[in-house]
């Protein structure tokens, strides 16, 4: 079995000596452990902070820091 990624030639394995999991790792040139690979973003400027937001009955000191690009909800 002929292996290419993107056009590009990545390696000849005999169809008997593989698994599917290896398979596809050479396919897409990573582990399926990992859907999207992880990536470091920096943090961003803090936009909004609460710092010990209670409200009777609901949530006590809630604190948090909300920075420019994360999402909160």
Not at 22 to 37: H, K
Not at 46 to 70: H, M
């Given at each position: ?17 593989m698994d599917g ?53």
């Open positions: 079995m002929a292996v290419f990624r993107d056009g590009t030639y990545i390696g000849l394995q005999r169809a008997e000596s999991d290896s398979l596809i790792s050479m396919m897409v040139g990573r582990e399926l452990t990992q859907l999207f690979p992880q990536r470091e973003k920096p943090a961003g400027d803090v936009l909004l902070s609460v710092s010990d937001l209670s409200l009777k009955g609901i949530f006590q000191q809630v604190s948090f820091d909300l920075r420019a690009g994360e999402v909160l909800g």
